[in-house]
């Protein structure tokens, strides 16, 4: 069933208007486009580079590097559309941003077509011959995170290619194998190497591990390949040539899956338990988006999200819903620390940010208790949005105590009519990702999140088969399951290892509508592990709230809970806001947060970007 909106006179004026998809004959950007010189220059993962953010007319790509904005931009130049430029960006990325997603990875994918709204599931699947105690060591416990992380075991069945490709079948305007022409040139004929690519490598520590890594990542002398040097990745090059010759199935059988299993179930000291079968049986989903109501400033809107097995959109709806019921509206912003040594720019009070992470607090709880694979998890009451109908979260608002003291940890509510058996998952690390946002001018709009996990994965990476230099990172994505599979008393935690599986993600990729007329009004989404949901509800927050443009509102410094201490970004609020929070009782961790999200907006005139200072994303468009 698919999520329906009144459909649009601007959206059939604005297909009427788009040309016709002509042959596309993608450019090597110029070396001021590729750095991103021209726009704005990238910087490292620490790095602050304020953006000003860019408004277009028809259409507009977001993406998290500017030689995959610059692909996207150039299928919608050739009238392509949001899907098209969708799978141009993100093969892109598997070359330039390989250690956040890629071709050996998995993705949400959120698809606005007029008056419809589709969720695309491509997540990663544990694969057959994978059970409960995946993650449990010899000593009968569970193994430590990267114990897990590195080598074959963590490998789940990739499904970003597919799931695209079943999106193209539907939306697709141009020939399916000429959107891989950017990346296939550019792997091709090399890429400068970031400062963020570069600086990531060097703090790395696993990845020279595999010697197919090495060899493609670092140098003779063992320190990093250099910023500006040019690197090629023939190996990938091929691979995209076949997969763009014979769609998913050339890398998910054949030659190219065959590397891959032998790559996973041969590691030394950690292998996994992929198999072929897992690759080639292998089906993305469609599945209903979770689309909740929102007030703000009195408008209304609808926000839409991937419904289980991602854990994002409910738990940013919960987060948003709960605060509504606080004295939260009544709050604006004050003067803080810029995000640019010795300046000043809006912050949350501290006021606000006790009431925000009181909500988060409830909203993990939540996430922890109930959310996974909805093919092996039942929603509490029968239904998902049990979690977000009003009156549940106006409840769960009544234990928030506005002038404190903190609760510190919250308990699971008790949603919908029937409480579930699960156990609540412990705390455990997430990590990864890269986002995208477009619009095109037929009047789609997509917001896709894609991943493979921890940054560079599981540290395997495979040549495809093709014994050319270089190759793509395979996942670790089955470390988001529960390495533990039941609590102390054997009640089975929701996201627990099964076979076929799909495991809980904090993506939330979103799209935001006018409730009463169905327009489109934003898409958007971050990076950052279980932070996605806390990155993701500050934009919305910040425009939707308190009137922000997305560049504003991505500029914000970050905060969060997951349902523990209240965490700050580091550097970027004051200490008479952090001692005001620790006078509640919260304990307050200060630390680096670094989001990347990319948002679009709809204006009058057409639509405005924001791309995340904290990285070296771009927007473009006409």
Not at 254 to 263: P, R
Request: neutral net charge; aromatic residues 8%.
């Amino acid at each position: 069933m698919r999520h329906a909106f009144p459909v649009l006179a601007a959206t059939a004026l604005l297909a009427a208007c788009a040309s016709s998809p002509s042959p596309f004959n993608y450019q090597v950007p110029s070396d001021e486009v590729a750095r991103g010189t021209k726009y704005m220059q990238p910087e490292g993962s620490s790095g602050f580079t304020p953006k000003p953010g860019w408004a277009t007319k028809t259409f507009a790509v977001a993406a998290a590097n500017p030689l995959a904005t610059d692909a996207g931009y150039q299928v919608l130049k050739a009238g392509g559309s949001a899907i098209d430029a969708a799978i141009a960006v993100q093969m892109v990325l598997a070359l330039v941003e390989p250690q956040s997603s890629g071709i050996g990875g998995g993705a949400f994918l959120l698809h606005a077509n007029g008056g419809r709204v589709e969720a695309f599931d491509g997540r990663e699947t544990a694969p057959a011959a994978a059970d409960e105690k995946l993650f449990i060591g010899a000593d009968g416990k569970p193994m430590a995170f990267y114990d897990g992380v590195v080598g074959g075991r963590s490998v789940g069945t990739p499904g970003t290619v597919r799931m695209l490709e079943m999106a193209h079948k539907q939306y697709g305007r141009l020939p399916w194998a000429q959107l891989f022409a950017p990346a296939i040139q550019l792997a091709e004929n090399g890429f400068k190497v970031s400062p963020r690519l570069n600086t990531l490598l060097k703090g790395e520590v696993h990845l020279k591990k595999d010697a197919t890594a090495a060899a493609y990542f670092y140098k003779a002398d063992g320190n990093p390949v250099d910023v500006g040097s040019v690197l090629r990745n023939p190996a990938l090059a091929d691979v995209l040539r076949q997969i763009a010759a014979k769609g998913s199935s050339a890398l998910l059988e054949g030659k190219v899956a065959q590397a891959i299993v032998t790559k996973v179930q041969g590691h030394a000291t950690n292998p996994g338990k992929l198999a072929l079968a897992d690759l080639a049986g292998y089906q993305p989903k469609r599945r209903d988006p979770i689309c909740s109501d929102y007030s703000a400033a009195g408008k209304a809107y609808r926000l839409c999200g991937m419904p289980p097995p991602s854990s994002g959109a409910i738990a940013v709806g919960q987060i948003l819903g709960i605060l509504n019921n606080t004295p939260a509206s009544t709050l604006g912003l004050v003067s803080g620390i810029g995000g640019v040594p010795g300046t000043v720019s809006p912050t949350p009070s501290a006021d606000w940010l006790h009431l925000y992470t009181e909500a988060s607090r409830l909203a993990f709880a939540d996430r922890g208790q109930y959310l996974g694979d909805p093919d092996f998890v039942q929603p509490p009451g029968g239904s998902w949005m049990s979690l977000l109908d009003p009156a549940y979260l106006s409840d769960r608002a009544k234990l928030i105590q506005p002038a404190g003291p903190s609760m510190k940890t919250a308990k699971p509510g008790v949603p919908g009519a029937v409480k579930t058996a699960y156990a609540p998952m412990p705390d455990q690390i997430e990590h990864g990702t890269s986002h995208i946002s477009i619009v095109d001018g037929y009047g789609n709009a997509i917001a896709m999140t894609t991943t493979i996990e921890d940054q560079f994965g599981s540290r395997l990476m495979t040549d495809g088969g093709t014994g050319k230099a270089g190759g793509f990172l395979l996942n670790n994505e089955l470390t988001d399951f529960s390495f533990a599979p039941t609590d102390a008393e054997g009640k089975p935690v929701a996201n627990r290892v099964q076979a076929g599986k799909r495991p809980r993600s904090s993506m939330a990729p979103t799209l935001v509508f006018d409730k009463n007329s169905g327009q489109l009004v934003m898409s958007g989404g971050s990076p950052g592990g279980a932070l996605i949901i806390h990155f993701t509800a500050k934009m919305l927050y910040g425009t939707l709230n308190w009137g922000l443009n997305a560049q504003q509102a991505i500029d914000l410094p970050n905060f969060a809970s997951l349902n523990g201490p209240s965490i700050l970004e580091e550097k970027r609020f004051s200490p008479a806001t952090v001692e005001a929070l620790r006078s509640r009782g919260a304990e307050v961790r200060e630390q680096t947060m670094t989001s990347g999200l990319q948002a679009i907006q709809k204006t009058p005139g057409g639509f405005f970007g924001g791309a995340d200072p904290r990285r070296e994303g771009l927007v473009l468009g006409d």
